[in-house]
């Protein structure tokens, strides 16, 4: 296949389209769009994209050193974590996610939470409880954006950082717990009651709340890691 010059601007670069194809493919790998029976071919990647194969092969190499895909004999595949791999990462998820109010709670005077943030998240799930979305995977990224947005508030942009990697990582399993209007519900009242214990500062009660929501204890971490891996493979057609 020849490069196909013709669908380039002059600021479409190799790394840039090589960047494109990168983070395409992350959000479908992620999204759940893409299962771990199906090769994720060069050449049929690189028609779909429009691109040569180069681009793809780089962005192939960047997904399996992230660990969302793996190479096997015949080509690249999704990764299908195993359940030890998959607790490790909602253990960190979890350990992330408390930090961010441990941090503040160390040093109250200084430790507030931007109240800005405070502030747009909770019109945000409060349009959201006035109007809830129906069941659906897709709501794990408005869940991942709340607590992306507790660690920027906590003033550590490097813990929200670490958060989007782990999110990346197990946004494939987790996906599937929104699948009723319950949890969706009760996932919106779990934000708003930490969203206000912050603005108010009650910074325990906030602390606690929160390691409730997320859940906090390792029993905890690993029956959400064994029900999401069963979804997973309910939905991949792996069972």
Excluded: C
Aim: charge should be negative; hydrophobic fraction near 40%.
């Amino acid at each position: 296949m020849g490069v196909d010059a013709g669908l380039y601007t002059a600021s479409d670069t190799p790394g840039s389209r090589a960047a494109r194809v990168y983070l395409q493919l992350r959000e479908e790998v992620t999204g759940g769009l893409v299962t771990p029976r199906i090769r994720l071919a060069e050449e049929r990647l690189a028609q779909r994209y429009g691109v040569s194969r180069t681009p793809v092969r780089e962005a192939l190499a960047r997904l399996a050193t992230d660990g969302l895909i793996e190479r096997r004999e015949n080509g690249f595949y999704v990764t299908t974590p195993t359940l030890s791999e998959l607790s490790d990462l909602y253990e960190l998820r979890v350990t992330l996610e408390l930090r961010g109010i441990a941090r503040a709670r160390e040093d109250p005077p200084a430790g507030r939470h931007d109240a800005a943030i405070l502030a747009a998240e909770l019109d945000r799930w409060r349009a959201l409880q006035a109007s809830p979305p129906a069941p659906d995977p897709g709501f794990v990224l408005l869940e991942e954006q709340f607590h992306v947005a507790l660690s920027l508030a906590s003033g550590n942009p490097a813990l929200a950082d670490a958060l989007v990697v782990v999110n990346q990582k197990i946004r494939r399993v987790r996906r599937y717990d929104f699948l009723t209007a319950d949890r969706v519900a009760s996932t919106i009242a779990d934000h708003l009651e930490i969203l206000e214990l912050l603005r108010d500062g009650e910074l325990d009660h906030a602390y606690h709340a929160l390691h409730d929501h997320v859940g906090g204890s390792q029993a905890m971490v690993l029956r959400r890691a064994e029900r999401g891996l069963t979804q997973l493979a309910l939905h991949s057609g792996l069972s």
